[in-house]
């Protein structure tokens, strides 16, 4: 995004490599097979594809949680969400999504794509509410624990959210 989103104290802006500790420390409390230090740095330095998005908390400066989406010419693929424990149930991740597609609306994209876990009720209520629908499976995608994805879709359009 080429602006901070302001949203309920909540800041949203492009993620550095000073943010990595930060980021690292949410991402092993938030997966069971968490990405590693260097797919971070792969997904800062790689600036034609990749939209690493951090949510900054700015009463304390912290980072609450983030996003990281791939623009591949209309589409877009979401590949990597999540949000402090101690932040949870705060509507951050719903907020830090539709300030995304706020802006992926300006710039026609047409579709935002993402896998999520068959058995993450979270992510997946969440996904639904923002208009999600569910438009295929990938068997055993997921290893630690092995598990089938859920290939979720969301067509942008002006009266969906
Ligand atoms: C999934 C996750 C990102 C949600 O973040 P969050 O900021 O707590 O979610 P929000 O507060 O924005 O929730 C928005 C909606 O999602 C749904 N939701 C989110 N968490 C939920 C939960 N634990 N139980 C039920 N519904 C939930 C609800 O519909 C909620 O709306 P509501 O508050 O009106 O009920 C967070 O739980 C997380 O980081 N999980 C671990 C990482 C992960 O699974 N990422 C997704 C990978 S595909």
């Not at 509507?91 to 710039?107: C, H, Q, S, V, Y």
């Not at 068959?118 to 639904?128: D, F």
Request: aromatic letters at 8%; hydrophobic letters at 40%; proline letters at 5%.
């Amino acid at each position: 995004m080429a602006e901070a989103e302001k949203n309920s104290g909540i800041r949203l802006r492009r993620m550095i490599r000073d943010d990595l500790p930060e980021v690292l420390g949410i991402e092993r409390r938030a997966f069971s097979n968490p990405w590693p230090l260097s797919t971070f740095e792969g997904e800062i330095q790689n600036t034609g594809l990749s939209f690493p998005l951090v949510a900054v908390d700015e009463g304390t400066g912290g980072i609450v949680g983030y996003c990281i989406y791939w623009v591949i010419h209309d589409e877009v693929q979401v590949n990597n969400i999540a949000v402090h424990p101690d932040y949870r149930r705060r509507r951050i991740a719903e907020d830090m999504l539709r300030g995304i597609f706020a802006e992926l609306r300006k710039r026609n994209i047409r579709a935002v794509l993402l896998e999520v876990r068959a058995g993450n009720g979270p992510a997946r209520l969440l996904y639904e509410k923002l208009g999600f629908n569910a438009i295929g499976r990938r068997k055993d995608y997921y290893t630690h624990p092995t598990e089938d994805a859920v290939v979720m879709e969301l067509v942008l359009g002006p009266d969906r959210l």
